[in-house]
């Protein structure tokens, strides 16, 4: 099989969907994948990914 196609991603909200989570959660999301969202490490591989801008909101923690 050829190899794909490298990918840019122009705007991704992985940073804030992990930060979101406990330390140990994120790290196994990215890790391993949970069928959510739209990145994650196995996703990024098998896809090509090379790089992207990575969206961070960080929300004000008085706003619960």
């Known amino acids: 099989m050829p190899a ?3 990918i840019f991603d122009g705007h991704n909200d992985l940073l804030l ?3 979101r989570k406990s330390p ?3 790290a196994r ?3 391993e994948g949970d069928g959510a969202g739209h990145l994650d490490l196995p996703r990024m591989r098998r896809g090509g990914f090379m790089g992207g801008f990575f969206a961070i909101f960080v929300p004000d923690p ?3």
Request: charged share 35%.
């Open 4 to 6: 794909p196609i490298p």
């Open 29 to 31: 999301i990215f890790l």
């Open 17 to 19: 969907r992990l930060y």
């Open 24 to 26: 140990a959660e994120a």
């Open 62 to 64: 008085d706003d619960d």
